[in-house]
């Protein structure tokens, strides 16, 4: 349905989507940048076990940039926590970190 009150405020040009949880490993490994990683976590944001997995993995998961982190932190409200100052992020201990907290919480890894 297309609503001509609403038609008038936006611009007539095609906007794509992604959404990492419906897409297969294969396909977001197509990606060649830090976006490959910050979908992969975002595929994986709630199950530790493939977080950890994809990181053992994955040697481009090792070292994120600083801006990756940030958006990986944003879109999943993750609250990771990495050192002020810092270019690249080790995600392992990132990643070892939270799932620590977790257990330490109580929730299941």
């Known amino acids: 349905m297309e609503d001509e009150a609403i038609l008038q405020y936006t611009a007539g040009y095609k906007v ?6 419906q897409m297969s490993e294969e396909e977001i490994g197509r990606f060649h940048s830090s976006l490959k990683e910050v979908l992969l976590y975002i ?54 970190e939270m799932i620590a907290d977790s257990e330490a919480r109580g929730e299941a890894p």
Not at 16 to 21: D, G, T
Request: net charge negative.
């Open 43 to 96: 595929k994986y944001s709630k199950d530790k076990q493939e977080l950890r997995r994809i990181m053992q993995e994955d040697p481009d998961f090792h070292s994120l940039d600083r801006q990756a982190a940030e958006v990986i932190n944003v879109t999943t409200n993750s609250r990771l926590k990495y050192p002020e100052g810092k270019e690249r992020v080790d995600m392992c201990l990132v990643i070892e």
């Open 16 to 21: 794509n989507l992604i959404a990492p949880e």
